[in-house]
């Protein structure tokens, strides 16, 4: 069983908008850092947003500062990242992991797939 | 931000012989609190990362004891004393010491 399931992944023109889901079982969510992490076709592995478990501290890598938020609902254990102003360069499966220890991400989904393409 | 360095980029290794990667950060990876954030994880053809070791050397719950993590400040090394098929993989270190978190460019194992 995965305890995490990505959703929303698509196809996107450039400049558009796409608000990605990660919904959690199996784990104490409310306690959990999240992060959410990519990777391109045929690439290696970015990380791209990380979340404390309250909510109350975010942390972006510099490429999507601006243009992508993550947030969470815990009382739907659920992840989000709302990723705007889409560029072809954020084409990439989009992971969510539970991080528990700065980038120690033990759990992680399936991966959803955003391509951004006119 | 802190590079992050891998080699080699590509692994070809016999089975049942060891395999060794390299993992050099541009930075100190060692924390004022005693940790050192340096973390191996492994992607096997068409499934999500998988994490082996995290901090230098704690292996996962599972995790074969054939594989051992080692190093300090920027130097680290990923080990596997014998190769088996169900490693073949792409295996990448990560940091996340400083921010933002950075992971190396993966080596590809592969079955001589």
């Known amino acids: 069983e995965v305890p995490l399931v990505e959703s929303g992944g698509g196809l996107v023109q450039p400049g558009g908008s796409l608000r990605l889901s990660c919904a959690v079982s199996?784990?104490?969510?409310?306690?959990?850092?999240m992060s959410w992490v990519r990777q391109a076709p045929g690439r290696g592995l970015e990380w791209v947003a990380l979340i404390k478990y309250d909510g109350s501290q975010e942390y972006y890598v510099d490429s999507v500062k601006g243009r992508f938020t993550i947030s969470r609902d815990n009382t739907k254990n659920s992840l989000y990242l709302q990723m705007n102003s889409l560029r072809a360069e954020d084409t990439a499966v989009y992971y969510c992991?539970?991080?528990?220890?700065?980038?120690?991400?033990?759990?992680w989904g399936q991966g959803t797939l955003v391509t951004v393409s006119s | 931000d802190v590079v992050v360095t891998q080699s080699p980029l590509s692994l070809p290794v016999t089975l049942g012989q060891p395999a060794s990667i390299s993992c050099r950060s541009s930075?100190?990876?060692?924390?004022?609190?005693?940790?050192?954030?340096l973390h191996w994880f492994q992607q096997r053809p068409g499934q999500s990362p998988r994490r082996l070791i995290y901090k230098v050397s704690n292996r996962d719950s599972g995790v074969p004891d054939r594989f051992s993590g080692s190093g300090s400040g920027t130097e680290f090394t990923l080990k596997i004393s014998r190769v088996e098929a169900e490693d073949v993989g792409v295996y990448y270190c990560m940091q996340g010491r400083h921010w933002p978190f950075t992971f190396g460019q993966g080596t590809k194992l592969e079955i001589k």
């Open positions: 992991a539970r991080d528990p220890d700065w980038g120690a991400m033990d759990y």
């Open positions: 199996g784990f104490t969510f409310s306690s959990s850092w």
């Open positions: 930075q100190s990876l060692e924390h004022s609190d005693g940790n050192t954030y």
